[in-house]
């Protein structure tokens, strides 16, 4: 069973024990998953945790120069982790590995967590305010690099968009990013 202390030293771990995406963007995946969670009846403590793990070796990843592993690589990363916490059930490390490797979509899901965590995940680049505080936490790259990551990433994430709850919030704020990061002109 997943306590609230198993989820407060996992974050501590994520948050402080390695170089993730940035808190800003790890927070907002956080509460929309547990917002989306809630809409859906959906585990909520199975969802925080894939959220908090879905790219806990991204970092690790991008520094050896396989950003297409990622996943995979988060994938052990989170069960290195996971197997650390003998409370967690094995049903429950199971879902949660899904919701780490279904992150980037599915045509069908594990379970109603995974399809959450993959919706909760596009609001890093596909809402204004993931996108606002994510450039903020990105400011080291080159502006036009910058515009072609946050482009690229939010038709990544609108297309990873499986929820009608979330394209119906997402719809108008991922089109005024694309016309807003659109009209930069290098």
Partial sequence: MISKLTIEKIETIILVGAKTP???HIHLANRKGQEIAQALNANKEVVILGTLLMDC?????LQQG???RHV????EKAKEILSQFSEITEMEKENIFHCISE???????YSIESETVCNADCYRFASVEGTIGGMKEFREMKLN?????WLE???EKWNALSLDICKK???PQYYAIKQFLGNYKN
């Fill in 22 to 24: 940035p808190p800003f």
């Fill in 57 to 61: 070796a991204l970092w690790e990843a």
């Fill in 66 to 68: 396989k950003l297409e």
């Fill in 72 to 75: 995979d690589m988060s994938l």
């Fill in 103 to 109: 992150h980037h979509g599915l045509v069908k899901f």
């Fill in 145 to 149: 690099e910058l515009i072609n990551l």
């Fill in 153 to 155: 990433k939010a038709n």
């Fill in 169 to 171: 919030e997402l719809e």
